[in-house]
T-cell receptor
Framework: DGGITQSPKYLFRKEGQNVTLSCEQN?????MYWYRQDPGQGLRLIYY???????QKGDIAEGYSVSREKKESFPLTVTSAQKNPTAFYLC????????????FGEGSWLTVV | AQKVTQAQTEISVVEKEDVTLDCVYE???????LFWYKQPPSGELVFLIR??????QNEISGRYSWNFQKSTSSFNFTITASQVVDSAVYFC?????????????FGSGTRLSIRP
């Protein structure tokens, strides 16, 4: 089935550690995104990429890093510089053309212990 | 400036009741897209509908219907004969037509609870 796969679903991290969330899509979409959602809140854009080997900061990029070495993959690293990393992270993708629908993965819960 | 307002933070109804979720938007663009997404307890955002600003025809899909009115800048979502499985958070969203999808703006969401 075509879709967006995020892993792991649940992740626990000790303070001071970096952690990488995986996102893979087989929809042949050019654009990929990472959003953060805090409990009871809306979505905030962390990073996005419209083409391989290129990405841009979103509204809350500090403390995060990404790479886009392959069209299908857009991993997100939550670094120790991110002061409040406990949240729900959603990966998404879309066709690159304007106005296209964004499709989301199942999300990853990150908890800092 | 673009903005999406979902004034209803939480709604609770009894199963089989009809329920309408409100969405009001602000934009200076003449062409844009509006969306609705459903977020069940599992967390994934599920795409429900995309509507182009030029198409004001109402849409019906099974028990779901959408009422788009440019005159009032509203894109409301109605669930007829609600079911427990409809319990979720619903997000309305807006993106200008000539912008990257990264410019999509989400409302704060409406939490819908359907009681058996």
């Amino acid at each position: 089935d075509g879709g967006i796969t995020q892993s792991p679903k649940y992740l626990f991290r000790k303070e001071g550690q970096n952690v990488t969330l995986s996102c893979e899509q087989n929809l042949n979409h050019d654009a990929m995104y990472w959003y953060r959602q805090d409990p009871g809140q809306g979505l905030r854009l962390i990073y996005y990429s419209q083409i391989v080997n290129d990405f841009q900061k979103g509204d809350i990029a500090e403390g995060y890093s990404v790479s886009r070495e392959k069209k299908e993959s857009f991993p997100l690293t939550v670094t120790s510089a991110q002061k409040n990393p406990t949240a729900f992270y959603l990966c998404a993708s879309s066709r690159a053309a304007t106005g296209n629908t964004i499709y989301f993965g199942e999300g990853s819960w990150l908890t800092v212990v | 400036a673009q903005k999406v307002t979902q004034a209803q933070t939480e709604i609770s109804v009894v199963e089989k009741e009809d329920v309408t979720l409100d969405c009001v938007y602000e934009t200076r663009d003449t062409t844009y897209y509006l969306f609705w997404y459903k977020q069940p307890p599992s967390g994934e955002l599920v795409f429900l509908i995309r509507r182009n600003s030029f198409d004001e025809q109402n849409e019906i899909s099974g028990r779901y219907s959408w009422n788009f009115q440019k005159s009032t800048s509203s894109f409301n979502f109605t669930i007829t004969a609600s079911q427990v499985v409809d319990s979720a958070v619903y997000f309305c969203a807006l993106t200008p037509e000539y912008s990257s999808a990264s410019k999509i703006i989400f409302g704060s969401g409406t939490r819908l609870s359907i009681r058996p």
